[in-house]
């Protein structure tokens, strides 16, 4: 019997630390380690009855929670496959999910089931959990996982097998179901503990959403693996989150450079302690300079790094003691982990040439669920993972972003794939084309504008998108700005000349 999957890892905590603090969340008392496992062993009995066995999709949707992790262990422990869902998707979009995983059980937070009610329709999923204590005539899941006593099943677990599925919305504009493995899981949080020292008597700050895979696989799991401490939040208050930093003597914070200028915009910052603060870590694009002066004049440093979902997400970190010398730099490749530019028909090109970032290491996922012609021209010949980013390598190794091909925006740390807009936008009455770019923010690094050409007579304008569009999309993917224009810029070919439209709109 095998049980190397992550399911595994509360079960081993709590016979080697069962007393140690594993949550502390909120105002409730601390979760021990031995109670956390608990938990999750209570959580997959009551998924057994509910008929989840091994290879079984459970979609979660909710907030950060002690929840959150019971139910992603529950469910890793049974070798089902967890599946969070962004708590920022609209109806139409967590039908799409829930459908193409197949769940058969969705466990969510109370304030959701609005949503969740929109979105039933159409799908397999069969068994509906609120979390909490739920209402007489319905229990949630505090109350039901009470009642579920009995040993959880011991099922044989692999690194091969499915620990999750995370979507990522393609360039098609539908989301992809990326398959993440127990071994991809596992990996990821080595490279974590390996690259950035995680270490047992850690405390580690979570103000990012879970149900992201990098708050997942970089944040939490390397975290628990370490047998460390994690303060969870809800979500992220700014002023809040330095007050925890000083009360629990935090020494690891992950976020995205917003995150990092609002904590340093905050009237608190100059009065917290932060002396207990080690290791800063941001993702999502570049830390700008401001915000590397502000920590820096606190005696902080960040690692910053690239990564994408189909990676797990971690792929290359850069050190802090390189931050100045490799300004720009994202840094070399994990520990296990490899990297490799190549030309157009994929020939790998000397240092400081441009081309295709590829990536190779157990960290990779083995393709997207259901999508096998997609899974297959994501992948080399010789099985490297196809970025879709462009880069160069200096001669000592460290990455370079130069370009993305896929011309994905990222605002506040979310990725907007523009075809999903331009494919709705169309939709509208009186729209007769559209091109969604990314516009640098100071405040979310980029932001959405919709460039549209219109029908004659027609009038349509930034709200009429933006009224069209809410409710279909999550809401931070709505255009900050609609510009009509007489036409866009195509190339003989008849694809927009979007690089024509960031020189013109973009600066």
């Known amino acids: ?57 459970v979609a979660y949707l909710g907030e950060n929670s002690p929840e959150f992790l019971q139910v992603m262990f529950g469910v890793a422990q049974l070798g089902a496959v967890f599946v969070p869902v962004n708590t920022r998707l609209a109806p139409p979009e967590i039908a799409h999910v829930l459908a193409d995983c197949g769940a058969r059980v969705l466990i969510h937070d109370a304030e959701f089931t609005q949503r969740v009610t929109a979105a039933l329709p159409g799908t397999r999923t069969s068994h509906v959990i609120v ?70 008597t850690d405390v580690a700050l979570m103000i990012s959403p879970l149900f992201h895979v990098a708050s997942l696989g970089m944040g939490a799991l390397p975290v628990i693996l370490k047998g460390a401490t994690i303060v969870l939040e809800k979500g992220f208050e700014p002023g809040r989150a330095l007050e925890q930093i000083q009360r629990h003597g935090v ?3 992950s976020g995205v450079p917003t995150t990092y200028q609002l904590m340093a915009d905050h009237p608190d910052w100059a009065s917290t302690d932060l002396s207990t603060l080690a290791k800063l870590t941001c993702g999502g694009s570049a ?29 290359t970190a850069l050190a802090p003691a390189m931050t100045r010398a490799k300004q720009g730099s994202v840094g070399l490749p994990h520990f296990f982990a490899d990297v490799r530019i190549a030309d157009e028909n994929g020939v790998p090109v000397p240092a400081g040439t441009i081309g295709e970032i590829e990536i190779a290491g157990p960290n990779v996922f083995p393709g997207y669920h259901g999508l096998p012609e ?3 021209a994501a992948f080399t010949a010789d099985g490297w993972f196809r970025s879709g980013d462009l880069g160069y390598l200096d001669d000592e190794g460290y990455l370079y972003i130069s370009g993305r091909i896929k011309d994905m925006i990222i605002s506040g740390g979310e990725n907007i794939y523009p075809p999903e807009l331009e494919h709705l936008i169309g939709e509208i009455d009186g729209v007769s084309g559209a091109a969604v770019i990314g516009v640098p923010d100071a405040r979310w690094g980029e932001v959405p504008w919709a460039i549209v050409t219109v029908r004659e007579g027609a009038a349509v304008d930034t709200e009429t998108v933006r009224e ?40």
């Open 251 to 253: 020494t690891m914070l």
């Open 287 to 315: 830390v700008p300079l401001r915000i590397l002066n502000a920590y820096e004049e606190r005696g902080l440093s960040f690692s910053q790094g690239y990564g994408m979902t189909e990676a797990s997400p971690g792929v």
């Open 131 to 200: 979390t909490g204590e739920g209402v007489p005539g319905a229990p949630g899941l505090t109350r039901l996982r009470r009642t579920a006593t009995a040993q959880p099943p011991i099922v044989d677990v692999t690194h091969q097998d499915p620990a999750a599925i995370i979507y990522t919305s393609g360039t098609t504009g539908r989301a992809k179901g990326a398959v993440l493995t127990h071994g991809n899981l596992t990996w990821v949080a080595l490279n974590c503990v390996v690259d950035y020292d995680v270490v047992s």
């Open 374 to 376: 997609e899974t297959a």
């Open 468 to 507: 069209y569009l809410d409710g279909r999309i999550a809401r931070y993917k709505l255009p900050k700005n609609v510009i009509i224009v007489d036409e866009l810029p195509r190339t003989a070919s008849g694809k927009v000349r979007k690089a024509d439209l960031r020189a013109r709109f973009g600066a």
């Open 1 to 57: 019997m095998h049980r190397f999957g992550i399911g595994a890892w509360l079960s081993r905590r709590r016979l080697k630390s069962p007393d140690k603090t594993a949550l502390i969340f909120g105002d409730q008392s601390a979760i021990t380690y031995g109670q956390l496992a608990d938990d999750a062993d209570r959580i997959s009995v009551l998924l057994g009855q509910h008929g989840i066995g091994k290879g079984d999709a």
